[in-house]
């Protein structure tokens, strides 16, 4: 996984340094950031910032907390390096909640260490799902935050099962949170074929997904998803009922009702440079575009094209 990593600094020596200690691991890629640029950077929402507080011209707990504030970066780690050895100073640093201050000299294999066990750390807190092992909420909102401000053209997947809560019914829910596993795996294992890195899986929670993903055949990834999805599905049910078709379910007022078997729907909204301001304008029209596909009977996909 790509780790985008922002240096503040105002000369080239943390990077090159960084970059000759990670030059065996190209998923870590550092880009160094003049403070007077900060702002536009922060909008691309790295994985780590590292600033070296010798270079810098603005004061190092200011800036701190100006990143902090940032909404976006509440929680992008930070680690400081600095040559000032005072405790007031390391403590007031600490205090806006920085992961790091590292004093100078900068032990290389002491760097390289701390970098990779906060990312590693981060990567772990982002696989927020204890069933499935996928980013939340959180990381889903910062993802479709960081492509919107880069202007960048894809497509989001919004992905939900139908009939579900009958299967849970009758099944229960331990049996329930095996096929929301195995929804998990039929959608990543379609929106990351071929080994792709940039798109990203999210787990909403429960039974809803989102996939982010670009240059790609929304079509035919839809059609593969749901290809799976029906073929193998009917594992998790016994012979009868799949013969029946369907499941019965007693509703509150005790009369049996017929539900078919679970199916999974797909809303599809693809998006381009101007054609929606924020994260909420695209939730609504995925919400509407996911209802159209659960109207429909059975596994089946709408998508809501960018006007051409």
């Known amino acids: 996984m790509i780790q985008d990593i922002f240096i503040i600094d105002n000369t080239d020596n943390i990077i090159t340094c960084l970059r000759e200690?990670?030059?065996?691991?190209?998923?870590?890629?550092?880009?160094?950031?003049k403070t007077d640029?900060?702002?536009?950077?922060?909008?691309n929402i790295p994985d780590m910032i590292i600033i070296d507080e010798d270079t810098i011209d603005v004061e190092?707990?200011?800036?701190?907390?100006?990143?902090?504030?940032?909404?976006?970066?509440?929680?992008?780690?930070?680690?400081?390096?600095?040559?000032?050895?005072?405790?007031?100073?390391?403590?007031?640093?600490l205090k806006e909640s920085i992961e790091y201050f590292i004093v100078k000299p900068v032990d290389r294999e002491y760097l390289y260490y701390t970098i990779k066990n906060v990312t590693r750390l981060l990567h772990t807190?982002?696989?927020?799902?204890?069933?499935?092992?996928?980013?939340?909420?959180?990381?889903?909102?910062?993802?479709?935050?960081?492509?919107?401000?880069?202007?960048?053209?894809?497509?989001?997947?919004?992905?939900?099962?139908?009939?579900?809560?009958?299967?849970?019914?009758?099944?229960?829910?331990?049996?329930?949170?095996?096929?929301?596993?195995?929804?998990?795996?039929?959608?990543?294992e379609n929106v990351h074929h071929n080994g792709v890195s940039d798109n990203f899986v999210g787990h909403i929670g429960g039974d809803d997904f989102i996939a982010i993903v670009s240059d790609m055949d929304y079509d035919k990834l839809c059609q593969n998803i749901i290809a799976e999805f029906d073929q193998y599905v009917v594992n998790f049910y016994s012979q009868e009922d799949i013969e029946k078709g369907y499941l019965e379910v007693a509703n509150r007022r005790g009369i049996i009702e017929q539900f078919p078997l679970t199916s999974i729907s797909i809303g599809v909204v693809e998006i381009d440079d101007g054609r929606f301001k924020n994260t909420l304008e695209i939730g609504e029209v995925?919400?509407?575009?996911?209802?159209?596909?659960?109207?429909?009977?059975?596994s089946t996909y709408v998508i809501n094209r960018r006007k051409r």
Not at 23 to 28: A, F, I, Q, S
Not at 150 to 178: M, P, T
């Open 21 to 33: 200690i990670f030059k065996k691991e190209p998923d870590y890629q550092f880009k160094t950031v």
């Open 37 to 43: 640029e900060l702002n536009i950077a922060l909008r």
């Open 60 to 93: 190092i707990v200011k800036l701190c907390s100006d990143i902090r504030k940032n909404e976006d970066n509440s929680i992008t780690p930070i680690i400081v390096l600095s040559s000032n050895w005072d405790k007031d100073h390391r403590i007031a640093v």
């Open 125 to 188: 807190n982002r696989r927020v799902s204890p069933l499935t092992g996928l980013p939340g909420n959180v990381q889903i909102q910062t993802e479709m935050k960081r492509r919107l401000l880069n202007r960048e053209k894809f497509a989001i997947l919004y992905l939900d099962l139908d009939n579900f809560k009958a299967y849970n019914d009758i099944y229960g829910f331990s049996n329930g949170d095996e096929i929301i596993k195995f929804t998990a795996h039929v959608i990543t």
């Open 286 to 298: 995925g919400a509407q575009v996911k209802h159209q596909a659960k109207s429909i009977m059975g």
